[in-house]
């Protein structure tokens, strides 16, 4: 079973960037397709990015395409998430997974808060 530990939240202005990273233990992702996901207040979690197993792929949300670039280094078992040109609107809970998540592998998530 793989655990996470999702990290680099933080409040930024509008305009801003945040580096999330997701250190996985427990067993390495390399063989997975994984995701971050993001919850906002209110509303249901949804995905935001995914990545295959070899980094081959990577897929996004309209919402965040051309301002979010999910990577991940196998070697250090670890996923990325760079967000470029933040809004309010990216205001969530952010958390990585595999994609398809798991139930059991969610994580405590990284608050970002980009403020107007």
């Known amino acids: 079973q793989v655990q996470v530990v999702e990290s680099g939240g933080g409040l930024v202005q509008a305009g801003g960037s945040l580096r999330l990273s997701c250190r996985a233990s427990g067993r390495n992702i390399r063989f997975y397709n994984m995701g971050w996901f993001r919850q906002a207040p209110g509303k249901e979690r949804e995905k935001v990015a995914s990545?295959?197993?070899?980094?081959?792929?990577?897929a996004y949300d309209d919402s965040v395409k051309g301002r979010f670039t999910i990577s991940r280094d196998n070697a250090k078992n670890t996923l990325y998430l760079q967000m470029n040109s933040l809004t309010p609107e990216d205001t969530a809970v952010y958390y990585c997974?595999?994609?398809?998540?798991?139930?059991?592998?969610w994580g405590q998530g990284t608050q970002v808060t980009v403020s107007s």
């Open positions: 997974n595999r994609d398809p998540p798991i139930p059991s592998s």
């Open positions: 990545i295959t197993w070899s980094a081959s792929n990577t």
